[in-house]
Structure formats: C-alpha cells, structure tokens
C-alpha cells in the first residue's frame, strides 16, 4: 500500500446510489456530534501494535485520525472526495503535517474498486459504509479484503439487516443486507471477536434536518484466521 505525502490518489467516481447526496449531508451533520465509533475503539484493545490499516468508506475521517494519533499507517478510502479532504484536516489536527504525510494515504474511488495486496493489512475498519456496495458487487469486495488481511489482521465495521430502512428508501440492488446466518457465514474464515445485532428506532442528521430511521445492524469485530 503507497503512503507518503498525504497525497490524494484519483479514479474516476461517482455518487454512491446508495448514498445520495441528502444522505450525505444528515449524516455529516450528524457525524459531527459524535465521539469515535465504539465499535472499533473496542477492536483496538485485541491489537498488540500499531500496524498498516485502511478505512473503508472513512468519511470526515475521525476514526482514522484516532488510528494516527495511536501510531498507525493508515490507508483512508472514500468516494466523496469532500470526505477525503476532512480526513486530511482531522490528520493534521491530529498528528501534524508531517506525520500525516507521512502516515497517511487517501484514496478516491469506490469501494467495489478498491484492492490491496494479499496479507498486507493489519486492520480494516468499515464504519457503516459496506451496505452501500451495490448487492452484485459486495462479494467481490469482501473477497478483497479476506484476501488483504494478514492472518490475525482484524476486520472492524457494520453491515445491514433486511429491516433496515434505507434498503426500500434506496435504488434497488444499490445496497446490501444479510440475516444473522449470512453474517456468520461471512465470518467463517475469522475468529469472531463480538457480533451484535442491533434493531431499533431513531434518526439520522440533527434538527431541523433529522429523518426517522428503523436501524438493523450487525456489529462485527473479526480476526482473519
């Protein structure tokens, strides 16, 4: 994985049909009011060392300037490139400009073009951005990263239940769910840290732009066997 000079590596994108730009605006709104995602503060706490991580679909970029300030080299990909540009900023605030550039590799493209070499990463974090893989393209992308981790190597991140409410809200077969017994199927080539499946109510962005949404979500810190 390239790194070094903070630079912005370009491919042809566009929107995520998934995630239109509605949605990507109640959830920056949103993004802003919240701490780093638990899900992978927790995940870190069965990692020894500092490593080679990418984020997948990292949004303003939180998570991945808490990887830097722990000392990671990290890997931060997205399809929004306003999103790779706050990821940027948050480094800076975080490490420094040296050390961003030094640490730090963003990557414009889309999930379902996105590739590592084999057995190069320590970690992978997807913070809610894997259901917004078009249905016939997200097998491919998780043979991808099976095929990046190193054994031990964690996969951190959420994937989407049937129930969720963006799936009818959502061009069809722009995104993807499972049932519990697909996701435990997925995890079969991994040491299963935590799975939690969680169904409730709530909202996505702030007032006065908040929008009702049914949550059904699979929670997953994972080590690559």
């Not at 927790?42 to 000392?71: F, M, N, T």
């Amino acid at each position: 994985m390239p790194m070094g000079d903070g630079d912005t590596q370009h491919a042809r994108v566009d929107h995520v049909p998934g995630f239109p730009s509605e949605r990507l605006e109640r959830y920056l709104h949103r993004a802003l009011t919240l701490p780093i995602r638990d899900t992978l503060v927790r995940a870190l706490e069965h990692i020894p060392q500092a490593g080679v991580a990418s984020d997948l679909g990292c949004g303003p970029g939180k998570e991945v300037a808490e990887l830097l300030r722990r000392g990671w080299r990290v890997e931060a990909v997205d399809a929004y490139e306003r999103m790779l540009h706050a990821t940027q900023v948050a480094a800076i605030e975080a490490v420094g400009a040296k050390e961003t550039a030094a640490r730090l590799c963003c990557v414009h493209t889309h999930l379902a073009r996105w590739s590592a070499p084999a057995r190069s990463l320590d970690l992978i974090h997807a913070g809610f951005s894997l259901p917004f893989v078009a249905a016939v393209e997200f097998e491919q992308v998780w043979k991808n990263m099976c095929s990046a981790l190193k054994p031990g190597g964690l996969f951190v991140g959420q994937l989407f239940g049937h129930h969720d409410s963006f799936l009818p809200e959502s061009p069809v077969g722009s995104m993807n769910a499972h049932t519990h017994a697909e996701v435990v199927k997925l995890c079969g080539g991994f040491h299963v840290i935590f799975l939690t499946e969680e169904e409730r109510d709530g909202v996505v962005g702030v007032p006065p732009n908040e929008h009702p949404k049914h949550w059904h979500v699979f929670h997953i810190a994972a080590r690559r066997i």
